[in-house]
């Protein structure tokens, strides 16, 4: 057997079951869902009354049309690259059960991207299409024009893999670093703030000083939420997009980097108390 | 009665004590809520940096009806965080036993267990907004502005309790709720900005459906014009005590249903 087959083979329960939580959680999971993208619908009112108040038909060169689709596609991105696989980490570190994945012949951050890769499948079809059908029925009935580009979808839906994997790495450092601290509701608050405003989640970059907005186009939180949304607004040339997604390779590879340093070093202190 | 305001203050003493062991733990709490609420304010900021008024209303108000919407929001944060771990946690694992075997109420067990310092982090911002926002504004003073203050405050954290109450209730029948509760809860947000610039049906809901507008908007939109008080203030304290009525009959009939975990 070849070792990719192999590989795949290893890990497709994993897949599955990701996927079976969440159809078993689904109340919980739509729950959820919902408390989440209200934030998007107050963000839309409040640019349309912002619009509505203003005399000029764009606001910093974005129309209300691309301000709608802004959010929601940011939305959108940031939910579908949530990850919170490995938060369990530090958990499982205190309370000595992380000896069990080390004797397991399978990775164990693998076990866990498998798992939401399950995850993610179920949620492609019941909130990602959904959604873009949406926005782009939307942008339609403003327009009425069709302004989805496949093109820029494809590189898009790219992206915003890679934006996952990176916050799957990024999750992972994390999650060893949170078994730190007891309370994990205000870090998580701290890096989800963070994250969101430095990954122009909750304010598109463009709108900060030319200076700031600078610095962070090249930190690694662009990569989580503005590259791809930008490139589904296409608002990049083909040269910006693979001079971006190249960009986000490079934080990818980073975070991989500094995940493994990060766990190598927690193996090396790690001592099991006898149960 | 005097006998559970004592039992109270040993809750919170003991709670302290707790506090005294992870105060650094603690802090990071505050700060996220800090954090996250000075992003919000930024992003008000660079709205008004561009247009003078949002619909009628200009930089200061936005911040004073923001900065008033903390207040119920974060002494209910504060007080009576507990009811999270009811639909999350404490139902599911049947630990909710522990609460039916003490000769107190067993609501009032839960609401003064926990005391949460995040909340301070809210706090903090809202008197930094209103401390900003009122000297700049010409605010209607009467004798009595004062006193209405204190009880629209606590109509309008009722209003937050008692949802959070009826809604970690339903987990006495389906084992967990903590995402009703979580759904429920978010809609608050809505109350951070005028009513106004919402479309009819969103307006219905939070004003009648789940009345967070009451908590915030209209109270604050009294406070700075002085006009229509019936409505603003009449509207939280009906609001608050429907809702806590209500509340309280699910409870009880929820802790009539409860089932303990099986061991």
């Keep these: 057997m070849s070792p990719v087959k192999r590989f795949f083979r290893t890990y497709k329960p994993f897949t599955r079951a990701g996927m079976q939580e969440l159809v078993a959680y689904r109340a919980n999971f739509v729950c959820f869902f919902i408390g989440e993208i209200m934030s998007a619908f107050i963000m839309y009112f409040v640019w349309k009354a912002v619009f509505l108040s203003s005399d000029s038909d764009t606001f910093m060169g974005f129309t209300m049309e691309d301000m709608t689709v802004y959010l929601f596609i940011a939305f959108l991105t940031g939910y579908m690259t949530y990850s919170d696989g490995a938060f369990s980490v530090g958990e499982e570190i205190i309370d000595g059960s992380i000896a069990m994945r080390m004797i397991r012949p399978c990775s164990f951050e693998m076990c866990f991207l498998f798992k939401e890769l399950g995850n993610r499948i179920v949620s492609i079809a019941i909130i990602f299409v959904p959604m873009v059908l949406g926005v782009e029925a939307y942008r339609y009935a403003v327009t009425v024009m069709i302004r989805f580009d496949p093109l820029c979808f494809l590189f898009y839906v790219l992206s915003t893999f890679i934006a996952y994997m990176i916050s799957f790495y990024f999750n992972v450092i994390y999650g060893f670093m949170a078994f730190f601290f007891k309370n994990l509701w205000g870090t998580t608050l701290i890096k989800e703030t963070l994250v969101g405003f430095l990954s122009g989640a909750t304010i598109p970059l463009a709108f900060l000083p030319a200076g700031l907005a600078a610095v962070l186009n090249v930190l690694p939180f662009a990569s989580l939420a503005y590259t791809p949304v930008m490139i589904y607004m296409g608002m990049y040339s083909i040269g910006e997009i693979f001079a971006y997604m190249g960009l986000q390779v490079f934080w990818l590879l980073v975070m991989m980097g500094l995940s493994k340093l990060v766990w190598n070093s927690a193996v090396k202190h790690l001592s099991i108390q006898g149960g | ?263």
């Design chain 2, 1 to 263: 009665m005097r006998r559970y305001f004592r039992l109270h203050r040993i809750f919170i003493k003991q709670y302290l004590k707790r506090l005294m062991e992870y105060k650094v733990d603690f802090l990071l709490g505050a700060v996220g809520l800090v954090i996250a609420q000075a992003i919000q304010i930024l992003f008000i900021g660079i709205i008004f940096s561009q247009i003078p008024k949002l619909q009628g209303w200009t930089f200061e108000e936005i911040l004073f009806i923001y900065g008033f919407s903390l207040i119920p929001k974060s002494v209910d944060h504060l007080f009576f965080d507990n009811l999270w771990m009811v639909g999350y946690r404490i139902v599911r694992k049947g630990d909710f036993d522990k609460y039916l075997t003490r000769p107190i109420n067993s609501l009032y067990h839960v609401l003064v267990e926990n005391f949460c310092v995040d909340a301070f982090g809210e706090m903090l911002t809202c008197i930094l907004l209103l401390g900003y926002a009122i000297p700049r504004l010409q605010l209607p003073f009467y004798w009595y502005t004062i006193p209405l203050l204190l009880v629209v405050v606590v109509f309008a954290t009722m209003i937050y309790t008692s949802l959070k109450i009826m809604t970690a209730a339903i987990s006495f029948w389906t084992k967990e709720s903590g995402h009703i509760t979580h759904m429920l809860y978010m809609t608050n947000d809505f109350s951070k900005y005028p009513v106004s610039i919402y479309n009819k049906a969103v307006q219905a809901v939070i004003t009648y459906v789940i009345p967070f507008a009451f908590t915030a908007y209209f109270p604050a939109s009294y406070f700075l014009t002085g006009s229509d008080p019936l409505f603003c203030i009449g509207g939280t304290v009906i609001a608050g005590s429907v809702l806590m009525a209500l509340a309280l009959f699910v409870w009880n009939r929820g802790v009539n249903a409860y089932e303990s975990a099986g061991s």
